[in-house]
């Protein structure tokens, strides 16, 4: 199993990029969706360079009951790092026939922010006038143009679709990265966000290279075509198009150079192989 559990909020940790204000909510349990994650976060920070940071995750763990602990390190797919972590703290893992929930060990404040999403229209169907459609969204983009960058990330984490596309495109890397670990993203919204020219590069970077979601052609097709996708990662990718959209991609005057340039060596060799 890879180093701790991945995710691209937690990688982002990982490489020392958080502010301490978000380092900070992390340790209190504030911030993770997914035990996996929050216990990812919590050994991250156990050694963090603030000692005030090191304390409040001191504390957090403290708070974490250990008996509901130690199941959820008994999980198979429980990084051995975590497993490691909290054994030499004296829990050992207690394998369970029953699936174990991955709901957050400590689910801070969770239910209030639920609570304020489904107030605001939270993801429900339904058909609706185009006009208070439209002021709803506006709205919501106004709500959320308020919110602090840590808000914003419990918002990208834990709140509605409508949201979730919202702050795919917000400035802070941060809160983009935090909608793609949100456990309730799914397939058809990865496919929207890979076509859109104004995310940003670190998130259509993690979107390109998350083998679970370029399993779909749809979204190998909308990152190749995106002209704001990283060239490596649109290269990387021109070799798994079918031959009509490496034609298109080649003549697609928005595309980077390169890009094009392999699409016509790629043509050409299948050009080859045919005669």
């Not at 991250?44 to 603030?50: E, G, K, Q, R, Y």
């Not at 199941?71 to 054994?87: M, Q, S, T």
């Not at 998130?203 to 083998?211: C, D, E, H, Q, Y």
């Not at 996708?229 to 198009?241: F, G, H, Q």
């Amino acid at each position: 199993m890879e180093s701790l559990y991945r995710t691209p909020l937690l990688d982002c940790f990982r490489r020392g990029e958080v502010a301490p204000d978000i380092r900070m909510m992390a340790a209190q349990g504030a911030l993770a969706p997914r035990a996996h994650e929050q216990l990812g976060l919590l050994v991250l920070l156990s050694t963090d360079a603030d000692p005030a940071i090191r304390a409040a995750t001191e504390a957090t763990i403290a708070r974490i009951p250990a008996p509901d602990l130690a199941r959820f390190i008994g999980r198979p797919d429980v990084a051995h790092e975590i497993r490691d972590f909290f054994a030499g703290r004296g829990i050992e893992p207690v394998v369970e026939d029953v699936p174990v929930s991955d709901e957050p060990m400590l689910d801070v404040e969770a239910g209030r922010h639920e609570a304020a999403s489904e107030q605001a229209g939270g993801d429900a169907g339904g058909a609706e006038d185009e006009e208070g459609g439209e002021a709803k969204r506006l709205a919501t983009v106004q709500r959320l143009s308020l919110m602090t960058v840590s808000e914003k990330i419990k918002a990208a984490m834990r709140g509605s679709r409508e949201e979730r596309t919202i702050l795919i495109r917000d400035p802070n890397k941060l809160v983009s990265l935090a909608v793609l670990s949100s456990p309730k993203v799914n397939e058809r919204e990865i496919e929207s966000y890979a076509k859109m020219a104004n995310v940003s590069e670190d998130a259509l970077r993690v979107i390109g290279t998350t083998r679970a979601w370029t399993k779909s052609y749809a979204v190998i097709r909308s990152l190749a075509f995106n002209p704001k996708a990283p060239i490596a990662v649109s290269l990387s990718l021109v070799s798994r198009l079918v031959e009509k959209d490496v034609r298109l991609l080649s003549l697609d005057r928005n595309i980077a150079e390169p890009v094009k340039i392999l699409a016509r060596k790629a043509l050409q060799a299948g050009q080859s192989r045919r005669g």
